[in-house]
């Protein structure tokens, strides 16, 4: 029983917080899948202006201008103890061979990424999500990246009103500002469209981030991003990392200020362990003691073919 209401409370939560719920028609929890990776995660998701590995897929489609061809998966249980379950697996792949060597950005790049959310909710009864999302960077010149990501989803589950459809394109950009700054701005759900089996339609609120990242060869590399919907900021995200200290292990930390609705603070923390400069294994914990569904774990595994 206790399983079952935490479940209902995911689901619920994720549908207000898109603020899309309606009284009569359920919308299911395909507004608020989490972003992959563990690595953005531990950094409170600040990342979208520095961003060079596959998660870009998700985060920044202008940043997989900079990703080697590397593939990875990720797992999260995203309601501890309640059997709601997050598994990710994505894909890197620049197209030619024309890398700037100073900037490491190629001038075409794309992505694709597959995600499943299942949900034990008890009686016998499951729900079930599953979203494709491709991802295509070009760089006209080595310090620009424009990136553009289109997603469609399906659930599925034997509750009446909760089977649904739809698909959301994003907009990206970077800019490399010098050799150390550089900003980005995403605009999330610029176009979307959801059908349910009840015969409604609706549409997700545009998210827009804006990201300014400071970058180090020795020391911590810093980003502050804001989110922005149209009833005001969202929430302001600080996040830092270190590079690879013996060349094997990476840490990291961040922390998210949220302004609308319960404004609350909440903090991260990760770290890395990287071997035969392919390997990659990442760890990102999100401490939220107000949240009823309290601490999550993330993991992912990256490799570079």
């Not at 339609?201 to 020391?219: L, N």
């Not at 911590?220 to 991003?225: A, F, G, R, T």
């Not at 404004?263 to 923390?269: D, E, L, Q």
């Not at 071997?275 to 601490?295: I, M």
């Amino acid at each position: 029983m206790k399983r079952g209401l935490l479940v209902a409370a995911w689901v619920s939560a994720s549908t207000l917080a898109a603020g899309l719920a309606r009284a009569d028609s359920s919308l299911g929890g395909a507004f608020m899948v989490p972003p992959y990776g563990a690595r953005a995660w531990g950094m409170s998701g600040a990342v979208i202006a520095r961003i060079d590995d596959e998660s870009a897929v998700d985060w920044n489609p202008a940043g997989i201008a900079r990703c080697p061809r590397t593939a990875g998966v990720g797992y999260v249980e995203l309601v501890p103890d309640a059997f709601v379950t997050q598994a990710q697996a994505v894909y890197v792949h620049p197209l030619g061979h024309d890398r700037n060597a100073e900037t490491g950005v190629i001038r075409h790049a794309a992505g694709a990424m597959l995600t499943n959310l299942s949900a034990d909710v008890g009686a016998g009864q499951s729900y079930v999500e599953n979203h494709v999302r491709l991802a295509y960077a070009y760089s006209p010149q080595p310090l620009v990246s424009l990136g553009i990501g289109a997603a469609a989803f399906f659930s599925k589950s034997g509750v009446s009103g909760f089977d649904g459809w739809g698909t959301s394109i994003d907009f990206a950009a970077r800019l490399a500002l010098t050799s150390s700054w550089s900003f980005a701005v995403i605009g999330r759900d610029a176009f979307s469209r959801y059908s349910f089996d009840d015969g409604r339609d609706s549409t997700k609120e545009p998210q827009y981030v804006v990201g300014v990242a400071h970058s180090s060869r020795r020391g911590l590399d810093v980003e502050v991003d804001l989110a922005y919907l149209n009833e005001g900021w969202l929430h302001t995200m600080v996040g830092a990392e270190t590079p690879y200290l013996f060349n094997y292990v990476a840490l990291r930390g961040g922390v998210m200020l949220r302004s609308v609705g319960e404004a609350r603070t909440t903090y991260s923390f990760g770290t890395s362990v990287r071997a035969a400069e392919r390997f990659f294994v990442h760890y990102g914990a999100n401490l939220d003691d107000e949240d009823a569904f309290g601490t999550v774990h993330r993991f992912s595994l990256a490799v570079r073919i």
